[in-house]
């Protein structure tokens, strides 16, 4: 329902979930890098998202949901699992070695205009000279950033940026594909799906890779992908399917500024990350592209489009 057939006391409810959802999302970010001292990247993608589909898993043991044994349903699975799961979380947790959570905040928040490069592609969405201008803006953001990757690492930082980069990308194209495909399974049975099936994928390929040893693993570790797991992946995407039925498709898409916003400064406070001055100007181009992008407006307000699902 609109929000304005909510009661005061709904709309507070509202407010705190969106509130919380956009503070959990921005600081998965620094749990990320600060979990990536105890422990490798695959391994800790494979162990976040492993707990996390056993928990979604037993949230629909609770609420007797069908799930679907049908050959297209497992095939969507395995896509999402490899292109929305797998692939993007193992480039963002491999690049925060090298750069700083803000950065990759900011990086990552590119998805929407993936998005809308893909939708034209998958879904036959109209690249509006609109949407075009907000990607070459953000595009641009990106050069700057390129630009300035000396000042942070060199050729490591480089890589890092693009891996990054990459991730948005199968990010953009999974959204398109969720989109496309997935409107006819219950939520939390998808997301149950691509959680389990990604993270043993990730699980299989880090035991070869990296021969890391999760019982060795420091409290503080341990509490970083807990965090990650509960509150970063079921709590938020519970709180994210709760406050998209109650709250307009316009609010609840400025996660897409707020977010990225949020992580750089908590980057800033709590790990002391320096971003300089083009860094600065690369992200507000970025933002800027994206709303440009994914923002309209229709007989005097400002209206949008949810084209991408919350993250990360």
Same mark, same amino acid.
């Given at each position: ?14 407010? =705190?979930? +969106?509130?919380?959802?956009? !503070?959990?999302?921005?600081? @998965? ?11 490798? #990247?695959?391994?800790? *993608? ?9 928990? *979604? !898993? ?17 095939? !969507?699975?395995?896509? !999402? ?10 480039? *963002? ?14 990086? +990552?928040?590119? *998805? #929407?205009?993936?998005?809308?490069? /893909? ?9 509006? #000279? ?48 969720? %989109? %496309? ?6 939520? /939390? ?36 992908? $807990? ?12 709180? +994210? /399917?709760?406050?998209? %039925? ?7 898409? +400025? ?6 916003? =949020? ?6 406070? /709590? ?25 309209? @407006? ?7 489009? $949810? ?6």
């Amino acid at each position: 329902k609109g929000t304005s057939e909510m009661r005061p006391s709904g709309t507070t409810a509202v407010t =705190l979930g +969106y509130a919380a959802m956009c !503070l959990i999302w921005s600081s @998965t970010w620094i749990a990320i890098k600060l979990g990536l001292q105890g422990a490798p #990247p695959m391994t800790a *993608v494979a162990l976040r998202f492993i707990i996390a589909g056993l928990l *979604v !898993l037993f949230i629909i043991r609770l609420r007797r949901v069908h799930i679907p044994m049908t050959r297209d349903f497992a095939r !969507l699975g395995l896509f !999402l699992s490899i292109f929305h799961i797998g692939l993007p979380y193992v480039l *963002v947790y491999w690049c925060e070695q090298y750069i700083s959570s803000g950065l990759t905040a900011v990086l +990552y928040s590119t *998805v #929407p205009i993936d998005v809308a490069i /893909f939708a034209r592609v998958l879904l036959g969405d109209a690249l509006t #000279p609109r949407k075009l201008a907000g990607a070459a803006i953000g595009f641009a953001g990106v050069a700057v950033i390129f630009s300035d990757h000396l000042s942070f690492g060199g050729n490591e930082a480089l890589l890092a940026i693009t891996a990054c980069l990459a991730s948005a990308l199968s990010a953009g194209l999974s959204s398109v594909v969720i %989109k %496309k495909y997935a409107f006819n399974y219950d939520p /939390f049975v998808m997301v149950a799906a691509t959680f389990t099936i990604g993270g043993t994928l990730v699980a299989a390929a880090a035991v070869p890779v990296e021969a890391s040893n999760p019982l060795r693993f420091s409290a503080g570790t341990w509490g970083t992908i $807990l965090y990650l797991a509960i509150l970063g992946s079921v709590v938020a995407f519970a709180i +994210y /399917f709760w406050v998209i %039925k109650r709250i307009d498709v316009t609010v609840l898409s +400025y996660q897409n500024f707020i977010i990225p916003v =949020l992580a750089v400064v908590m980057g800033w406070i /709590f790990l002391g990350e320096k971003i300089t001055m083009r860094v600065a100007v690369g992200a507000g181009c970025i933002v800027a592209g994206i709303a440009l992008a994914t923002l309209r @407006t229709r007989l005097g307000a400002i209206t949008t489009r $949810l084209e991408h699902d919350a993250r990360t």
